[in-house]
């Protein structure tokens, strides 16, 4: 059983992930069964493999093991603190849970600081770009004094501390304004493209992995047969969301 | 002190182990009895001095150098425990992983028992769970070598095979639906909206290659290159996109410097900072 699993490891992949992605797509269609069962079967999984990722990378190597194997039995305190986030589950005592939640918020505040400092101050050193100099060509001063028009009119919109009574902070925000839409775009325009890169990486995936399997397995009589039963399938479901769909809108006189 | 430290930190084995471990599990379990019993008055007063403590040291650990503790050779002794710090709260935090996948169950179990509509739905959901979850843990444990190999292949075929093939298609789904919700929501009605559709649609051209095609009889090098599909999509992202982005990040930033400092100091106001404890 454990050498055919082995030997077969790569196609069963194959197949299930040729599966897995026609139910996803069939929702394109209709919402149906088969998509609704393989969406929980998304989500059985995404959690199984969180909690075998979790266990496997952080609490084995860095609590489990240094506790039981080493000896170093104050880990067990962890565990402890660990428990008051379940006091969240009982009325009665659920603001014991506030005091861990409380010790990530103050946390992730005091990191604040480290973080202005490590991240957003190199960008604000590099944001304040040369505009001459020797070894800068004219292309990069234009670049340079675009960046800096776009970043001050862009900050100008945000500015709620005061009122935007003067005509020139009202200019140079409704021009932010603009600008910040051309950056909107911008990133509409990356993200459909990067879900299109998904997409594309799908038909890949079953038209240069899958479908050569398939053509394969298509010379066995087993093979023909479920591909067979599988259109009928899909065909009668087909014909039941057709129904249905004509049941909820049905077609004007 | 030192040596009450050194005497706390030493590994127990054997019957030590387990009567310190009992001991430290009891002085857990009297700690969060005893801030079960604390009277209402008080508790937000402890929520308030826990998170101003942890807030505390990492701020202290970052602010003051090393040179101003008094300890020879000069070095902060905050940061020397950071490490631990950093450890002690990812292993606290993975204790909340549960947390979610409990409500899961609550979910999906009360389906099951009812024998609702789609509840062989939740039953595949435990189906799928608890196979990666033991086939994960049968491949990494499993003292069998057969069963561990096999452990293994089924945990290829669910990881590769399923999960990493319907998270692709699960995300590349958005695509037909970003779409869609544009057609139905955009509508150039205004300049900024003018704006945002042109540079959405020179950046959606410049990425593939019919965007390239379009101006491919403009030279490749010289003034006129610049007004190539691709170089204009290009020069959008990394000039004027990264300007805007720029602008949001420090707004984002100083926001966050004060949020930050307003949970930190307990100032904070809102649903989930004023409920009565």
């Known amino acids: 059983m454990a050498e055919w699993l082995a030997a077969h490891t790569k196609t069963l992949s194959l197949w299930c992930g040729a599966l897995a992605t026609f139910a996803i797509y069939s929702v394109l269609y209709a919402e149906n069964r088969f998509y609704r069962l393989f969406e929980h079967i998304f989500i059985g999984l995404s959690a199984g493999f969180g909690v075998y990722v979790t266990w496997s990378q952080v609490l084995a190597p860095k609590w489990w093991q240094p506790m039981v194997h080493k000896g170093q039995w104050q880990w067990i305190f962890a565990a402890v603190l660990g428990s008051m986030f379940y006091f969240m589950y009982s009325k009665k005592h659920a603001w014991v849970s506030r005091v861990i939640f409380g010790l990530f918020m103050g946390l992730s505040a005091g990191l604040m600081f480290r973080d202005f400092y490590e991240i957003y101050f190199p960008q604000m050193g590099a944001s304040m770009k040369p505009i001459v100099g020797n070894s800068i060509s004219w292309w990069d001063s234009v670049n340079a004094i675009v960046f800096y028009a776009i970043l001050i009119s862009s900050m100008a919109y945000f500015f709620f501390s005061f009122e935007h009574d003067s005509p020139v902070v009202q200019k140079t925000a409704a021009a932010g304004r603009w600008f910040l839409m051309i950056g909107f775009g911008a990133i509409f325009g990356a993200t459909v493209m990067g879900r299109m890169t998904l997409f594309i990486g799908r038909l890949n995936f079953l038209v240069n992995d899958w479908w050569p399997t398939a053509r394969v397995a298509w010379q066995y009589r087993f093979f023909q047969t479920a591909v067979v039963l599988a259109v009928i399938a899909v065909l009668v479901q087909g014909f039941r969301a057709l129904k249905a769909r004509s049941k909820t809108f049905p077609p004007s006189a | ?277």
């Open chain 2, 1 to 277: 002190m030192s040596s009450v430290w050194n005497w706390i930190a030493i590994p127990r084995h054997g019957w030590q182990f387990a009567v310190f471990l009992c001991g430290a599990l009891v002085i857990g379990c009297a700690v969060l009895m005893l801030l079960t019993s604390t009277p209402p008055r008080y508790r937000k007063t402890i929520v308030a001095a826990v998170t101003f403590l942890a807030g505390l040291y990492y701020a202290l650990e970052f602010l003051i150098p090393p040179a101003l503790w008094p300890l020879k050779p000069p070095r902060n002794p905050l940061s020397e425990v950071q490490p631990l710090v950093a450890t002690l709260t990812q292993i606290i935090w993975s204790f909340a992983l549960l947390l979610g996948v409990w409500n899961l169950f609550l979910i999906h179990g009360r389906a099951v028992a009812k024998h609702g509509r789609g509840w062989y739905n939740s039953a595949a959901f435990f189906i799928s769970f608890f196979a990666i979850l033991g086939a994960g843990l049968l491949k990494d444990y499993a003292k069998n070598a057969g069963l561990s190999k096999a452990s293994e292949s089924i945990f290829t075929v669910l990881f590769s095979g399923f999960l990493t093939s319907l998270d692709a298609t699960m995300f590349s789904l958005i695509a037909f639906y970003i779409v869609s919700a544009a057609y139905r929501a955009f509508r150039v009605k205004s300049l900024e909206a003018a704006l945002m559709m042109a540079a959405a649609a020179i950046i959606m051209l410049a990425l593939v290659p019919v965007g390239a095609e379009i101006t491919n009889w403009l030279p490749q090098a010289g003034l006129l290159s610049a007004l190539r599909v691709e170089r204009i999509g290009y020069w959008l992202l990394t000039s004027p996109n990264m300007a805007a982005q720029r602008a949001i990040a420090f707004g984002i930033a100083v926001g966050s410097l004060a949020m930050g400092l307003r949970i930190w100091l307990s100032l904070e106001r809102g649903n989930f900072f004023d409920r009565q404890l």
